[in-house]
């Protein structure tokens, strides 16, 4: 059906979209850490993953990214 072919592509792009902030991420970059934790934090591209989300926003906010900072004091709010 028209409908899964569109839910197979959506898929598609957001895997390839998580594989493109992985190696940016694991470079370094700040704002894709922070894009790779969201990914991890939802499950889009990736299996979702609080954990790693929750590291990949600590190696973001290392760098004084203050969203990541925030993003961190909720999760710890929530999940400890």
Excluded at 53 to 79: I, K, P, S, T, V
């Amino acid at each position: 059906s028209l409908a899964a072919g569109v839910d197979l592509c959506v898929c598609v792009v957001l895997f390839d979209v998580a594989l493109r902030y992985t190696k940016a991420a694991e470079a370094g970059h700040a704002v894709a850490q922070y894009n790779l934790g969201i990914c991890y934090a939802n499950g889009e591209g990736v299996a979702r993953d609080i954990e790693e989300a929750r590291r990949w926003m600590q190696l973001c906010a290392d760098q004084g990214d203050e969203d990541a900072e925030e993003w961190l004091r909720q999760y710890l709010n929530q999940f400890q």
